[in-house]
T-cell receptor, first 112, second 114 residues
Framework: GQQLNQSPQSMFIQEGEDVSMNCTSS?????WLWYKQDPGEGPVLLIA?????ELTSNGRLTAQFGITRKDSFLNISASIPSDVGIYFC????????????FGKGTRLHILP | DTAVSQTPKYLVTQMGNDKSIKCEQN?????MYWYKQDSKKFLKIMFS???????INETVPNRFSPKSPDKAHLNLHINSLELGDSAVYFC?????????????FGPGTRLTVL
């Protein structure tokens, strides 16, 4: 079935560093989404993107909808301890039902 | 106020048993979902209901049966539980098209089959 390729799989960074992760697909997507999951909790929506080329920020988070509609990235600036968690990209394909497909997640670890 | 709630939070049971997980949302959304998250944290949609009508039914064994008594509730019943059913099950809801991605997730139910 359709898959999203999310990378990196995990990241180990120092507090204060900037973080970048991305998602690619072989198919065109109509919507790109970024979620974060804290341990023991459900995913929470961070940013939603609806137009090719769109760049959207949410505090220290910035995400972009790729021009080709086949990719998206998420940047986190000046990371803090509470940024630790799993970040998922997700997408909805064009002219399809309302199913969204999730990437396999990027696990963010912050070193003390 | 909890937007999407699930019960129970934890469920430990023996192989072969039948169990149910309940989900309720108070957001007034029309669409509800069930997802399965495996041990590698991969999230996969199982079912989707819109106004009590089944919309999405992924390749899930028919031992899994969703039931939506009204649009605020979507329960998941599992018959003859197997070891491979152990996972975290998430309920979610959304307003549906044209913004189906704006999904709100419940806290999850960790199912362990012994």
């Amino acid at each position: 079935g359709q898959q999203l390729n999310q990378s990196p799989q995990s990241m180990f960074i120092q507090e204060g560093e900037d973080v970048s992760m991305n998602c690619t697909s072989s198919s065109i997507f109509n919507t790109w989404l970024w979620y974060k999951q804290d341990p023991g909790e459900g995913p929470v929506l961070l940013i939603a993107l609806y137009k090719a080329g769109e760049l959207t920020s949410n505090g220290r988070l910035t995400a972009q909808f790729g021009i080709t509609r086949k990719d998206s990235f998420l940047n986190i600036s000046a990371s803090i301890p509470s940024d630790v968690g799993i970040y998922f990209c997700a997408g909805q394909r064009m002219n399809r039902d309302d199913k969204i497909i999730f990437g396999k997640g990027t696990r963010l670890h912050i070193l003390p | 106020d909890t937007a999407v709630s699930q019960t129970p939070k934890y469920l430990v049971t023996q192989m072969g048993n039948d169990k149910s997980i309940k989900c309720e949302q108070n957001l007034g959304h029309d669409t509800m979902y069930w997802y399965k998250q495996d041990s590698k944290k991969f999230l996969k949609i199982m079912f989707s209901y819109n106004n009590k009508e089944l919309i999405i039914n992924e390749t899930v064994p028919n031992r899994f049966s969703p039931k939506s008594p009204d649009k605020a509730h979507l329960n998941l019943h599992i018959n003859s539980l197997e070891l491979g059913d152990s996972a975290v099950y998430f309920c979610a809801s959304s307003q549906g098209p044209p913004y189906p991605g704006l999904q709100y997730f419940g806290p999850g139910t960790r199912l362990t089959v012994l």
